[in-house]
């Protein structure tokens, strides 16, 4: 059986749980009519669902993580019987042929007979692990599902036992999410150590030339690469900059006249619109970009005596900027109608315009949750690739001319880890030091988005 199957199976049977124990439930509610249930009949029901899904799903989860390491350690005992002891780079070359091989995506004309034994014991191995796999659980599921039926009484706390393992759960949804982005960090911060201890630190971050190129030879030129990350730096903020400088204006200006001025109707309307720009993939920004602003941006400048290059920050920015629209519209509109109609009316009852009450009381009272909507506009627009790519280029120009290519610090990780990597080269281990330096730069903007937050929410609260 395979472990789609398996697990739909599975499912199907913790349902079926569910349906017995409710109506086990009901049936002994009515033959004890002088007592009553602690607990509602779906929280017994519930409690046996979780008994029949929850130890045969543990199980499985196991099995399919350790299943491969086992079968391959199992199944190349047939390759080094052959081939005798082999070092580890061997290993892992042979254990990397046998995955392949399994998955047929092996394209080698002439295979290796020691390792065709070895995938076809592996295949052998397999088919009777899945077999073995599906009984144990199944038996699993159906020994939970009895003995949790058969504890359905009067008495049996369901609701408590059903909460503490929603609760249970969510901690561990929770702890992983925690490790996950501990995780994410050390290994970041593990690569960049490796690369500054063959880059110097103060040359990445206050170098003026990006050019991490690295020669086959060390008799080439430019084989020891350029790694100063400021042109890279400055192109992501002169790009992130101009993006800001037309959502920020543009998604205020319209969550104000969405919740402030307009009428019930034109919101209904205006609204859903302005957030289909926020479900426009990239690619297509990056389209209309490359294949429009660009174009009409390079057309007008010549038409005016100005030199603009045919990727330029500006087409980047202006398209960007269109791009997070939404971000501040949809945030700041919902946090502007939060704020209680109170304010409002003690403020025009004190004889102040309605301009005057928004500018007054209105959007101080807000502050906090549109600092939060522009703090993340600002982190999606750093963290932009595709538009940069078709429509600033690739160039690391260390300029503030937005008529110029630029590039930014994501387009440059991406670029370093295409295609086929050595990861011992300083060219590579630069993207993890670019990821480190864009990670500092959002903690920056994420604790001094909290202070603005916490200083005015303990004023207006």
């Given at each position: 059986?395979?472990?789609?199957?398996?697990?739909?199976?599975l499912?199907?049977l913790?349902?079926?749980?569910?349906?017995?124990?409710r109506?086990?439930?009901?049936?002994?509610?009515k033959?004890?009519?002088?007592?009553?249930?602690?607990?509602r009949?779906?929280?017994?029901?519930?409690?046996?669902?979780?008994?029949?899904?929850?130890?045969?799903?543990?199980?499985?989860c196991?099995?399919?993580?350790?299943a491969?390491?086992?079968?391959?350690?199992?199944?190349?005992q047939?390759?080094?019987?052959?081939?005798?002891?082999?070092?580890?780079?061997?290993?892992?070359?042979?254990?990397?042929?046998?995955?392949?091989?399994?998955?047929?995506?092996?394209?080698?004309r002439?295979?290796?007979p020691?390792?065709?034994?070895?995938?076809?014991?592996?295949t052998g191995?397999r088919?009777?692990?899945?077999?073995?796999?599906?009984?144990?659980?199944?038996?699993?599921?159906?020994?939970?599902?009895?003995?949790?039926?058969?504890?359905?009484?009067?008495?049996?706390?369901?609701?408590?036992?059903?909460?503490?393992?929603v609760?249970?759960?969510?901690?561990?949804?929770?702890?992983?999410?925690?490790?996950?982005?501990i995780?994410?960090?050390?290994?970041?911060i593990?690569?960049?150590?490796?690369?500054?201890?063959?880059?110097?630190?103060?040359?990445?971050?206050f170098?003026?030339?990006?050019s991490?190129?690295?020669?086959?030879?060390?008799?080439?030129?430019?084989?020891?690469?350029?790694?100063?990350?400021?042109?890279?730096l400055a192109?992501?903020?002169?790009?992130?900059?101009?993006?800001m400088?037309?959502?920020?204006?543009?998604?205020?200006?319209?969550?104000?006249y969405?919740?402030e001025?307009?009428?019930?109707?034109?919101r209904?309307?205006?609204?859903?619109?302005?957030?289909i720009?926020?479900g426009?993939?990239?690619?297509?920004y990056?389209f209309?970009?490359?294949?429009?602003?660009?174009?009409?941006?390079?057309?007008f400048?010549?038409?005016?005596?100005?030199?603009?290059?045919?990727?330029?920050?500006?087409?980047?920015?202006?398209?960007?900027?269109?791009?997070?629209?939404?971000?501040?519209?949809?945030l700041?509109d919902?946090?502007?109608?939060?704020?209680?109609?109170?304010?409002?009316?003690?403020?025009?009852?004190?004889?102040?315009?309605?301009?005057?009450?928004?500018?007054?009381?209105?959007?101080?009272?807000?502050?906090p949750?549109i600092?939060?909507?522009?703090?993340?506009?600002?982190?999606?627009?750093?963290?932009?690739?595709?538009i940069?790519?078709?429509?600033?280029?690739?160039?690391?120009?260390l300029?503030?001319?937005?008529?110029?290519a630029?590039?930014t610090v994501?387009?440059?990780?991406?670029?370093l880890?295409?295609g086929?990597?050595?990861?011992?080269?300083?060219?590579?281990?630069?993207?993890?030091?670019?990821?480190?330096?864009?990670?500092?730069?959002?903690?920056?903007?994420?604790?001094?988005?909290?202070?603005?937050?916490?200083?005015?929410?303990?004023?207006?609260?």
């Amino acid at each position: 059986m395979s472990p789609t199957l398996l697990i739909a199976v599975l499912l199907a049977l913790s349902s079926l749980a569910y349906w017995f124990g409710r109506n086990r439930a009901f049936a002994v509610a009515k033959k004890t009519a002088a007592m009553r249930l602690h607990s509602r009949p779906g929280y017994h029901g519930m409690l046996v669902a979780l008994w029949c899904l929850i130890p045969a799903l543990l199980i499985f989860c196991c099995w399919q993580f350790f299943a491969d390491n086992l079968l391959v350690s199992h199944a190349m005992q047939s390759v080094t019987a052959v081939r005798g002891e082999l070092s580890p780079s061997e290993m892992s070359l042979a254990t990397n042929d046998l995955r392949n091989l399994v998955s047929g995506n092996y394209f080698n004309r002439e295979i290796d007979p020691a390792l065709q034994a070895a995938a076809d014991r592996y295949t052998g191995m397999r088919q009777i692990a899945n077999t073995a796999l599906a009984v144990t659980v199944l038996s699993v599921a159906i020994l939970g599902f009895i003995w949790a039926y058969s504890r359905i009484n009067p008495g049996l706390r369901a609701r408590n036992k059903v909460e503490k393992a929603v609760e249970i759960s969510l901690t561990i949804c929770s702890t992983i999410a925690v490790f996950t982005t501990i995780g994410i960090v050390f290994s970041v911060i593990f690569e960049s150590i490796r690369f500054f201890q063959q880059v110097p630190f103060f040359d990445f971050l206050f170098g003026l030339n990006w050019s991490p190129q690295m020669a086959i030879r060390a008799d080439q030129a430019g084989s020891s690469g350029s790694f100063g990350a400021l042109p890279v730096l400055a192109g992501t903020f002169l790009i992130s900059a101009i993006a800001m400088a037309i959502a920020v204006p543009f998604g205020l200006l319209s969550a104000i006249y969405l919740s402030e001025y307009s009428g019930p109707r034109f919101r209904r309307i205006a609204k859903p619109m302005l957030e289909i720009l926020a479900g426009v993939p990239t690619v297509v920004y990056g389209f209309f970009a490359a294949l429009v602003v660009a174009p009409a941006i390079r057309g007008f400048g010549a038409s005016i005596g100005l030199s603009v290059a045919s990727e330029s920050a500006l087409a980047a920015g202006l398209v960007m900027g269109v791009m997070i629209i939404p971000f501040v519209s949809s945030l700041s509109d919902d946090i502007i109608n939060a704020v209680p109609q109170t304010l409002r009316d003690g403020s025009l009852a004190l004889g102040a315009t309605q301009s005057e009450t928004i500018k007054n009381v209105v959007i101080p009272a807000a502050l906090p949750g549109i600092v939060g909507s522009i703090l993340l506009a600002v982190s999606r627009a750093i963290g932009e690739t595709m538009i940069v790519v078709m429509a600033a280029g690739l160039a690391a120009n260390l300029t503030l001319n937005p008529l110029q290519a630029v590039t930014t610090v994501t387009v440059q990780i991406v670029t370093l880890l295409v295609g086929d990597q050595e990861f011992d080269s300083p060219k590579t281990l630069a993207a993890f030091a670019l990821g480190l330096l864009l990670f500092v730069v959002t903690l920056a903007l994420n604790v001094i988005a909290l202070y603005v937050v916490r200083k005015y929410r303990e004023e207006y609260e």
